[in-house]
């Protein structure tokens, strides 16, 4: 299966900050990542697809780069409603595979 | 477009979990999408189950081996699940989302929206 290596696994940041999560493929996979964010007790939220496009309704302080086998989702001046745990998810082959996950802590 | 999980909340071991997902806002017998099942452990990262295409095409998680099946129910507009032979590793939230394409090169996916998630507990 092809493996995503998300870096780091948890982060602590203030209000206003800007922060980047990276994500590694196992292989080459041009653009077929994807980015979501998990509230506790919610489902995921599509963010970011085919690893630049953000999806319609996130705000733009939201931005991803990449393409291969690393990408990073950025997300600039941060606030509260963004504190969460991040996921990439790659659409190369299957099966799917996701990230282990990015949590965005409060400092 | 919106989806909802159903089903049993508790499954005994080596019995077989079955869900349904409940579409709506969307026929899940026309366009161009994808119907997949995902699970997450508490606690844990997403594992992604398995899918149904429009035209009933299937594609599962080699990891569930022959446990696993997905189905359409056009008449109820909904996505059924079933898992056999279920074990504690089994117990997680369960959600079902949709899955868009592109319809040309490169077809690049993506899951949205997703459902709920419903919490589904192997014990005995």
């Known amino acids: 299966d092809l493996q995503l290596t998300q870096s780091p696994s948890a982060l602590s940041a203030s209000l206003g900050d800007r922060i980047s999560i990276t994500c590694r493929a196992s292989?080459?996979?041009?653009?077929?990542l994807n980015w979501y964010q998990q509230k506790a007790g919610r489902a995921p939220t599509l963010l970011i697809y085919?690893?630049?496009n953000l999806q319609g309704g996130v705000p733009s302080r939201f931005s991803a780069s990449g393409s291969g086998t690393d990408f990073t989702l950025t997300i600039r001046s941060l606030q509260p409603e963004d504190f969460a745990t991040y996921y990439c998810?790659?659409?190369?082959?299957?099966?799917?595979?996701f990230g282990q996950g990015t949590k965005v802590e409060i400092k | 477009v919106q989806l909802q999980e159903s089903g049993p909340g508790l499954v005994k071991p080596s019995q077989t979990l079955s869900l349904s997902c409940t579409v709506s806002?969307?026929?899940?017998?026309?366009?161009?999408?994808?119907w997949n099942w995902i699970r997450q452990p508490a606690g844990k990262g997403l594992e992604w189950i398995g899918l149904?295409?429009?035209?009933?095409?299937?594609g599962y998680n080699p990891s569930l081996k022959n446990r696993v099946s997905i189905s359409l129910d056009t008449s109820r507009n909904q996505v059924s699940l079933r898992l056999t032979s279920v074990t504690a590793a089994d117990t997680a939230v369960y959600f079902c989302?949709?899955?868009?394409?592109?319809?040309?090169?490169?077809?690049?996916?993506?899951?949205?929206?997703w459902g709920q998630g419903t919490l589904v507990t192997v014990s005995s």
């Open positions: 806002g969307a026929s899940v017998s026309s366009g161009n999408y994808y």
């Open positions: 989302a949709r899955e868009g394409r592109y319809t040309t090169s490169p077809q690049y996916s993506w899951f949205d929206p």
């Open positions: 998810q790659q659409s190369h082959s299957t099966p799917w595979t």
């Open positions: 085919a690893a630049v």
């Open positions: 292989q080459g996979i041009s653009n077929y």
């Open positions: 149904i295409y429009t035209f009933g095409a299937t």
